[in-house]
């Protein structure tokens, strides 16, 4: 055990967990990685791409070494950074990416081989044989690489989503964060503070810093219970903002059950849509490190995670007590770590110094104008070597601190192409002026990293962005702080012959950037492409700019003309499970209800999904084996007696106004202000670019009012098209529009005997075929008493109606229409035989209008009226669709039972089969009860005046070809004197 | 993004259906002698500039309102957004 | 009671006989299958009418009176409810009130669930947060508003501090009882 003193852990709570099968004890407050350093475990994991020992080398979400598999099961999640996973009871955690123990990797020969897979090496090496790549090389190289493993079974946890509204948000709750919240907060503003730790404090609590002379947990508690009484401020720990989008939205993850064994009855995690008016971005900084000769064995890591680890968690980073501990810094913050520790009982080497006239805070050596050039210990750090002046000898170490300087934390303030800055003084980037607008980067995010001056800095950008919104703010009075001594000189990495590891994660070191520069690969976006460098689960956080300062020095060119990659979000991962929000499985999509849904169900309909819809499919019945069987005897129902089907789902529009006949006539092609009231037209829309767009019918039931109804697909789209003609085209007519599709119950009451059933619950209404003779409409009453609407319309060629009344009605009204019909037969059918129906009688629907066709090639080309304009009619006529020969007819197969396969193209007998010859394609086809054999309609060049040939319907994916004749599209009825009876 | 909605204020673009260049309210004349090349360029030719633009939203989870969205498409900056129909009457 | 205008027994958007309501922690959802609803439309050159007596509210607002109410839904448009009235044919009531504007009846076209607080605002809040993309803060009692919730399209009434009416299309009536019942189960956990 390496514990310390002190600490946020609560040493009266102590956790068990396991790591690689051991068993071991931490303390409520540890993360995985505290606890394990805790038990002096330093081997944690291998390297990506060479397999190397690896220890935790961060405190934070920029880890990246410490990666592990946590869990097991279904909960299995790989690639979980030890650094931010808090600690529970019973939480298991493997090491990954290694074959055989942690200790003894097998494929620990890659680091061996590594002269072969330098940067590049993949592009290079599998070019040849080309078939090789997807057969050979990509599945061994994707098993030798990648880093964890999926449990490959079903999430079983529950996400969410949610929508938050602020004046302010704070990112972050460090000391800007915090002094930025409680500003706000008591300005009465309506504030979120969010931070992706689950403590408040950020480095506050990690630094061994007075404020108001005592610790500064004590002023974070403070605060914290100020913030949470204030009504108007929300607090979301464990929430990280991991991006910035266009006017003030944010998205971020609240991981509101990951620190649990299990969710419970919670979800695991929120997705949260944040917009704010302001943000202020107190992100922090993150340290950098200087890369040198075997830099990457476990024992070496951050200096301030060093004394994160020291202060917030009491954990030493050794393996044992009594091994020594060396910092290697080229300024002053690396000597605040060697202070830390000491303070904290640990065993310091010294401070090893690059700069040739370092100070000395304290009672420790000083190594000054050294270099750290090498170590030793093939899984944990055992000896370091110390270069000055030219002389190298070894020390005993058990672990290295490395301070390199701190990188302010700009991702959020660049994710709107908001390139930061270098500043020479800070040895960083700092974020641009002209980042996202209203976000106001302050306290280490902004560059000010002294713990006074980031609180002044946080408190005097929320009284500026409160400003911009007209809200006064008071100063308010901070704790008494210091700003530790920042003085550092540019040293960026130590020159040698060995590997030095600049991007832990994706194993790329200074050897790869320089063979990068060597290959060209110089602008940071090819370095990055071309060596992997900054990219993973860390996005090189702890490496960007160290690679860009030693590609800089290759090239000659400063840091700033380098530059950096182009920052995007995520800031770190964010899983596909919580993006979705728990839209999954039968609830991937809201679905829509006929009114008589539940009717069809009772009745043990099958459904299909029609877009959003679930539609009774067919109707089986008690010894039907298959659905053939089932819609076979719905379509000769129908045609005998009488069917009824559920036809809600097609839209209907209410079209109210003294100009709603004269809009009429600018949406459809044909005719539609001479209708009669009482009267139905079928009617045809056009796109204005003049092909075919949707069909349906128009009722006028009053002077100032129609009914227009449209294809159940259209109807949201065509509704749209209409109030875009409305408010777009024609602002000046009067007309008002307002769909009504769920409103009233559709039901279709088909066949011969359909009326003799409507007759037997009409209130008093006169069904003759004079009285109420086909394309009739009413209003009317029915089963004594109940408004409804009546349309004497057809889809199937028969004798047909469509009844409508308030929707809450039609689950009754299907019941009572099946008791009432007993005796004629009648039989409820669904989706399928709707389509043979229409297939047989020849009326085009979607697969007909799928935006490829004109009204001429539907048969439908004197719809297109010429006495006056409508939308599409103009481009109707242009040549290349005027010329277009292909017409709608209809197809039987030579031998009646040989299934008819829509899309299937159609060639002359006995021609070449391609693109030359090619004479149109089936549309649609199925199995003809009426015809006893299988017909289609389709688009067949010259089609209206070659009825009786015979063509080739040919699927060449699947080889076939067969035999049509070519027919009239109507099978049934070809008169129509059926459905006018 | 939010839209500055002209009757309801700042609203997320999450309510609306994007349309693009807003001159597809400027329906060509069906009656002119040249009618079918200008319906050629009025359906097929659209401006898709890097720069302000003038473009059509629909607010289909809202009031149904089609609005003239004046954006900035290089900065999604928005410099003001009015009813269509009100611009449409003001033309007329 | 209103005498049944039919013989045929209505059932409600959920399917049964009698209106489903729920009872999660300190909300309580319910559907309201009484309500009657008609949309009303102003003609060109209308002045604002006052049907029954109702003021139509401004952009964003509702108003009740008794047991009628309206809210917007957009310029020169309003919805009409009636407490009660679900079974009556409440558009031509509306129409023949105000004859010269279209009038659709709108009853059926929407479920209405109805949602009220036993611990004041902040629970109604807590849910909006979860489901619809709307500033709490600035949508009081006599807001109204449409908007999406889960890929569906909703009307949203806060009818006071404690309560709000969110309407749905009737043939997406489960899923988005589902919704709101999901979310008010986890707020209550």
Request: proline fraction near 5%; include cysteine.
């Amino acid at each position: 055990m390496t514990r310390l003193s002190g600490g946020l852990i609560d040493r009266s709570r102590p956790l068990n967990f396991t790591f690689n099968g051991i068993s071991y004890t931490g303390f409520e407050g540890d993360t995985l990685a505290s606890a394990l350093l805790a038990n002096g475990v330093q081997l944690m994991g291998r390297s990506f791409k060479y397999h190397r020992p690896r220890g935790v080398f961060a405190a934070g979400s920029e880890e990246p070494n410490a990666m592990v598999e946590l869990r097991t099961g279904a909960r299995q999640e790989p690639n979980t950074r030890a650094t931010v996973t808090e600690l529970f009871e019973g939480l298991t955690a493997r090491s990954q990416n290694h074959m055989g123990p942690l200790h003894r990797d097998f494929l620990a020969v890659n680091d061996l081989l590594s002269p072969f897979f330098a940067a590049g090496f993949y592009y290079k090496t599998f070019m040849w044989p080309k078939a090789f790549w997807e057969k050979l090389y990509e599945p061994a190289i994707r098993k030798a690489a990648g880093l964890g493993s999926l449990s490959m079974l079903p999430d079983p946890d529950d996400y969410d989503k949610g929508f938050l509204h602020c004046d302010l948000l704070v990112i972050g709750a460090g000391a800007a964060g915090l002094a930025a919240a409680l500003a706000a907060g008591r300005a009465g503003a309506e504030v979120i503070l969010a931070d992706e730790d689950f403590a408040l404090g950020g480095r506050l609590v990690m630094e061994g810093d007075l404020l108001d002379e005592a610790l500064a947990t004590g002023w974070v508690a403070t605060v914290k219970a100020e913030l949470e009484s204030l009504p108007n401020v929300r607090i979301m720990t464990r929430t990280t903002v991991f991006g910035v989008y266009d006017h003030g939205i944010f998205g971020a993850v609240e991981r509101v059950s990951d620190h649990l064994p299990t969710p419970g009855d919670k979800v695991r995690q929120t997705l949260w849509r944040i917009t704010a008016k302001r943000t202020v971005l107190a992100a922090g900084a993150t340290e950098r490190h200087m890369p040198f000769a075997d830099n990457d064995r476990p024992g070496v890591m951050l200096a301030g995670a060093m004394r994160a680890y020291a202060n917030r968690w009491a954990a030493s980073p050794v393996k044992r007590d009594d091994d020594a501990i060396a910092i290697f810094t080229n300024g002053d913050d690396g000597h605040r770590t060697a202070l830390d520790l000491i303070a904290k009982g640990a065993k310091v080497l010294g401070v090893i110094d690059t700069r040739e006239t370092a100070p000395k805070f304290g009672d420790y050596e000083v190594f000054a104008g050294a270099t750290v050039t090498g170590t030793k210990g093939r899984l944990g750090l055992t000896s370091i070597e110390i270069t000055r002046g030219g002389r190298s000898e070894w020390h005993s170490v058990g672990a290295l601190g490395i301070a390199g300087g701190w990188n302010p934390n700009v991702h959020l303030a660049s994710h709107h192409r908001g390139r930061p800055v270098w500043n020479e003084r800070l040895l960083a980037f700092v974020p641009s002026p002209d980042g996202p607008k209203g976000l106001i980067p302050a306290g280490a995010a902004a560059g000010k990293g002294g713990t006074a001056e980031a609180l002044e800095d946080g408190m005097a950008a929320a009284i500026k962005a409160l400003a911009e919104l007209e809200i006064s703010a008071a100063e308010i009075s901070l704790p008494k702080a210091e700003n530790a001594s920042a003085e550092q000189v540019a040293f960026w990495h130590v020159p040698g012959q060995k590997r030095a590891w600049v991007d832990f994660q994706n194993d790329v070191t200074v050897k790869d950037i320089a063979l990068a520069h060597r290959e060209n690969m110089t602008p940071v976006e090819h370095l990055k492409r071309w060596t992997t460098l900054g990219m993973a689960t860390d996005q090189g956080k702890t490496s960007n700019v160290s690679a860009l300062a030693v590609m800089a020095e290759l090239t000659g060119k400063s840091i700033p003309e380098t530059g950096t990659t182009m920052f995007r979000p995520p800031y770190t991962g964010v899983s596909l499970a919580v993006l979705g929000g728990g839209d999954s499985g039968p609830l991937f999509r809201p679905r829509r209800l006929t009114p008589t849904h539940h009717w069809a169900a009772a009745q043990g309909a099958e459904f299909v999904e029609v877009g959003p819809w679930m539609r009774a499919q067919y109707f089986p019945r008690k010894g039907e084996m298959q659905w053939r069987e089932s819609v076979d005897r719905e379509v000769l129902a129908v045609r005998a007696g009488v069917g009824l089907c559920d036809v809600t789902t097609l839209g209907k529009i209410d079209v109210q106004g003294p100009d709603a006949g004269e809009f009429l006539n600018r949406i459809y092609a044909n005719m539609m202000g001479t209708l009669k009231v009482g009267k139905v037209r079928y009617g045809l829309m056009l796109r204005e670019d003049g092909h075919a767009y949707d069909d349906g019918t128009c009722a006028r039931m009053g002077e100032d009012h129609y009914v227009v109804t449209t294809t159940t697909a259209n109807a949201g789209l065509v509704y749209r098209q209409m109030e875009f003609a409305h408010q777009c085209l024609w602002p000046d007519l009067d007309v008002q529009l307002i769909s009504t599709t769920d409103a009233w119950a559709q039901i279709a009451v088909a066949g011969p005997k359909s009326r003799a059933l409507l007759s037997r619950i009409v209130d008093d209404f006169d069904l003759s075929n004079e009285a109420f003779p086909f394309m009739s409409c009413a209003a009317l009453t029915i089963c004594n008493g109940l408004r409804a609407r009546l349309f004497r319309i057809s889809f199937s060629g028969e004798l047909a109606y469509e009844l409508a009344v308030p929707a809450r009605y039609g689950h009754a009204l299907m019941a009572r229409l099946m008791e009432m019909g007993a005796d004629l037969g009648v039989t409820p059918y669904g989706t399928e035989a709707l389509a043979v129906l229409r297939i047989e009688k020849g009326h085009a629907a979607g697969a007909e209008l799928n935006g490829q066709t004109t009204a001429q090639m539907l048969g439908l080309g004197k719809m297109v009226s010429v006495k006056k304009d409508s939308i599409g009619a103009v481009m109707s006529r242009r040549e290349g669709l005027a010329a277009d020969t292909r017409r709608l007819v209809g197809f039987r197969s030579a031998d009646p039972q040989t299934q008819i396969m829509a899309g299937s193209h159609l060639f002359p007998e006995g021609a070449e089969q391609n693109m030359a010859t090619d004479q149109g394609w089936i549309t649609s086809a199925c199995y003809s009860p009426h015809m006893k054999g299988y017909i289609a309609l389709g688009l067949l060049e010259d089609g209206a005046a070659r009825l009786g040939e015979v063509v080739v319907a040919a699927n060449p994916l699947e080889g076939q070809a067969m035999k049509l004749e070519v027919v009239s599209a109507h099978f049934v009825d070809p008169e129509g004197g059926r459905l006018r009876d | 993004m939010l839209i500055p909605h002209p009757l309801l204020g700042l609203r997320d673009s999450q309510e609306f259906t994007y349309f693009g260049d807003a001159s597809l309210m400027w329906r060509p004349d069906p009656e002119a002698p040249e009618a079918e090349a200008a319906f050629c360029e009025y359906v097929f030719l659209r401006d898709n500039p890097a720069g302000v633009h003038r473009e059509l939203w629909f607010h289909e989870q809202g009031d149904r309102s089609w609005l003239v969205v004046t954006r900035d498409t290089t900065t999604h900056e928005i410099l003001g957004a009015e009813l269509a129909s009100d611009v449409k009457g003001a033309a007329q | 009671m209103i005498e049944p205008v039919t013989d045929l027994a209505p059932i409600t958007a959920l399917g049964g006989t009698v209106p489903r309501s729920e009872i999660f922690g300190a909300l309580t959802l319910s559907e309201n299958a009484g309500l009657a609803l008609a949309s009303l439309a102003l003609r060109k050159d209308q002045e604002m009418p006052k049907p029954f007596g109702l003021p139509l509210p401004e952009v964003g607002k509702a108003v009740s009176m008794g047991g009628l109410a309206a809210f917007w839904t957009g310029r020169g448009q309003w919805m009409i409810e009636a407490a009660g009235r679900g079974e009556t044919d409440f558009a031509a009531a509306l129409k023949a009130e105000v004859p010269k504007a279209c009038v659709s009846e709108q009853t059926d076209g929407w479920v209405a669930f109805d949602i009220a607080s036993t611990q004041g605002a902040a629970p109604i809040e807590a849910l909006m947060a979860r489901l619809v993309n709307l500033d709490s803060t600035g949508f009081g009692p006599g807001c109204a508003t449409r908007t999406g919730l889960e890929h569906m399209s909703v009307f949203v009434i806060r009818r006071s501090e404690d309560r709000l009416t969110v309407m749905g299309m009737r043939t997406f009536a489960d899923a988005l009882w589902h919704a709101l019942a999901v979310t008010a189960r986890r707020l209550d956990d």
